[in-house]
């Protein structure tokens, strides 16, 4: 049954999409299956026929380039089907669709698509404060037009005869997850004779977006020299490996602590940690979960690679990496002309959790609350606080709804 049911209708009043969610989730092994209508007004159509599509494209320009005959989208997957005059493509009806056929009236027309497994994750790079029209990115989208054939490409198809709409697959945490990853490393300097010993590790292989992340910090300094910061920083690494070798790294968080480490010491602490799109509003390129119009979202989850996948096919692969930094410096008034940095790196997986299924709640009468004492059952009436006492359980009759006095 959907909470919500989504809609949008051509300019020229003849189609109307219904979706009854926009989130579909990639369970590993399947895709939530995209089922919809279209209310079809015929009388205008002509010789022309009604195609519903679903494609997964990439996004690597502006929109209002294309008009210069530049193309700066190319299509991942996709896939038609003809909805009117019938061609075959009879979906079998779920609940979902009796809905939204409800809602479409007689002239309704039931479709479903089945999304691959291979295809990516839905994800948009931010664009800049002076950037127009869609965002780069990896987006899915349902459109439904009017047209001769599905995808003649000398035909042009007028933007009053369309209507779309833009759908998002995303993927939870799995449910079982492994230990976190732990890094060490061991430097000497010039004039000691002992290393300092740093090490870094996390509780965790997954981290949830929003949620803090503790960095687990080990530090043994055995050297004459003094431990004077220590920073952590996560950085985003983004992969586009579509059509071009671009990987960069955004940096989406920096936190300085003020500890320190004398000489011939140790120190050992958990340090919170969470990096948000809040504090990296500005940054063009940053790799974010899809977005759909008009509504907020986060930095974008790790890419999770499954054996035998082709990379292309996901189009762009983000991944995160926690630093941990000690600058290490000697005493007196040369101290931080000679100061030496100690760094280990840790990978980060970001993900959402899996939503917890709702519990449908029994609704009770506004003014009386049900209580339980051993096997007799009470009513309180909020006004009088007077208890009157009710049937046993195990004897309810079909008028049990009523006070009994």
């Not at 198809?157 to 990853?181: E, H, M, W, Y």
């Not at 292989?205 to 220590?230: A, M, Q, S, W």
């Not at 990379?311 to 410096?329: D, P, R, W």
């Not at 009157?388 to 309810?396: E, Q, R």
Request: charged share 30%; aromatic share 6%; net charge positive.
């Amino acid at each position: 049954m959907a909470d919500k049911v989504y809609k949008k209708t051509s300019g020229n009043g003849q189609l109307t999409l219904y979706l009854g969610k926009r989130d579909y989730v990639d369970h590993v092994d399947s895709v939530d299956t995209v089922e919809g209508a279209v209310k079809i007004d015929p009388a205008d159509l002509g010789d022309k026929k009604v195609w519903i599509q679903l494609a997964c494209a990439f996004r690597y320009g502006r929109e209002d380039l294309d008009v210069i005959g530049l193309s700066f989208r190319k299509d991942i997957w996709i896939q038609h089907i003809q909805l009117y005059p019938e061609a075959g493509h009879k979906p079998t009806l779920t609940e979902m669709h009796n809905t939204l056929l409800k809602k479409a009236g007689e002239q309704g027309h039931p479709f479903t698509f089945n999304i691959p497994t291979n295809l990516p994750c839905s994800v948009t790079l931010q664009p800049g404060p002076d950037d127009k029209g869609k965002a780069c990115g990896v987006d899915f989208e349902v459109k439904a037009y009017v047209a001769k054939s599905a995808d003649d490409p000398d035909e042009k198809v007028d933007k009053k005869d369309t209507c779309r709409l833009v759908i998002r697959k995303i993927q939870f945490a799995p449910d079982n997850t492994g230990s976190g990853q732990k890094a060490e490393l061991c430097k000497s300097f010039m004039m000691s004779d002992k290393p300092v010993l740093l090490e870094a590790s996390l509780d965790k292989e997954i981290y949830y977006h929003g949620d803090p992340i503790p960095v687990n910090i080990k530090i043994k300094n055995e050297t004459n020299k003094v431990v004077k910061r220590l920073r952590v920083t996560v950085d985003q690494t983004t992969d586009v490996v579509l059509y071009s070798a671009d990987k960069y790294t955004k940096n989406v968080l920096t936190e300085e602590f003020g500890e320190t480490v004398e000489a011939n010491s140790s120190f050992e602490k958990s340090l919170d940690i969470i990096p948000l799109l809040a504090n990296n509003k500005e940054k063009r390129g940053l790799a974010l979960d899809g977005r759909l119009k008009d509504e907020d979202t986060n930095l974008a989850s790790t890419t999770i690679i499954r054996a035998g996948m082709d990379k292309e096919m996901l189009g762009i692969l983000v991944s995160y990496k926690i630093k941990v930094n000690l600058m290490v410096s000697g005493g007196g008034l040369l101290g931080g002309l000679t100061a030496s940095d100690v760094t280990v790196e840790l990978p980060l997986t970001l993900m959402h959790p899996k939503p917890k299924a709702r519990r449908q709640k029994k609704k009770l009468p506004i003014k009386q609350r049900r209580h339980l004492r051993g096997r007799q059952e009470y009513l309180t009436t909020r006004k009088t606080h007077q208890y009157h006492l009710v049937k046993p359980l195990g004897h309810i009759d079909d008028d049990d709804d009523k006070t009994m006095v």
